[in-house]
């Protein structure tokens, strides 16, 4: 595609449920990143994936939160027991390696009621 | 933790006014680079400035990198209503296994028509 492309663009869901959060990258980007937003915060980084690896997770606040990018493309950012304070802007991005020009999606905005 | 950030936290400027926004950061980096985000969601890559150079320049868009004294800055000059958003910095720390982009909390800034 042309860019990166992420679903939903909105999730509400309960407290205590599980949320999947989906991230389909630009073609032949081997770098992807996951994000998460506060409102009036800057990017808080979770999670960098190179290729079908985790070569850094040290963002990942608990073990409630979980990523996999199986194939090296698309990337799933699982949210298991979801709190009130899950509720943020969830960014991903991609890119053609670390250090370089990161390309990110438009986010899903994730609220626990 | 906060890497990178910005200064001031809100900027607003007549049409036709230049605009400054700075960056400060802690540690060694690899490379620097400014981000835009209109509306809290996707964030647009704007410019990357490596440890090694000073100055960047791209259409009406100036970065300057001092890491002597561990700062960069942001021009925009000849500023349009349509520059109006939060401007981001962000580092890539130096050093093998370093992957991270990391966001300081931004410079909201206001272009008035």
């Known amino acids: 595609g042309a860019g990166v492309s992420q679903t939903p663009s909105n999730k509400v869901t309960e407290k205590g449920k599980y949320v999947e959060l989906r991230c389909d990258p630009i073609?032949?980007?081997?770098?992807l990143y996951w994000y998460r937003q506060s409102l009036g915060q800057g990017p808080e980084f979770l999670i960098y994936?190179?290729?079908?690896?985790?070569?850094?997770d040290s963002g990942l606040p608990n073990d409630r939160f979980f990523a996999v990018r199986p194939e090296g493309s698309v990337s799933t950012l699982k949210i298991q027991r979801t709190e009130r304070g899950d509720s943020a802007v969830y960014l991903c991005?991609?890119?053609?390696?670390?250090?370089?020009?990161?390309?990110f999606g438009q986010g899903t905005r994730l609220t626990v009621v | 933790s906060q890497q990178g950030e910005e200064d001031p936290q809100a900027l607003s400027i007549q049409e036709g006014e230049n605009a400054t926004m700075n960056c400060s950061y802690k540690?060694?980096?690899?490379?620097l680079q400014w981000y835009r985000q209109n509306s809290g969601r996707g964030l647009v890559h704007l410019i990357l400035?490596?440890?090694?150079?000073r100055e960047k320049h791209s259409g009406r868009l100036r970065v300057t990198l001092d890491t002597s004294k561990k700062s960069s800055s942001l021009l925009i000059t000849a500023s349009r209503a349509a520059d109006t958003a939060s401007y981001f910095c962000?580092?890539?720390?130096?050093?093998?296994?370093?992957?991270?982009?990391?966001f300081g909390k931004g410079t909201k800034l206001s272009v008035i028509p």
């Open positions: 991005a991609s890119s053609l390696g670390p250090w370089t020009e990161a390309f």
């Open positions: 073609s032949g980007h081997t770098a």
């Open positions: 994936f190179q290729g079908t690896g985790a070569a850094d």
């Open positions: 540690t060694s980096i690899n490379n």
């Open positions: 400035i490596r440890s090694n150079e």
């Open positions: 962000a580092t890539v720390l130096s050093g093998a296994g370093s992957y991270q982009l990391t």
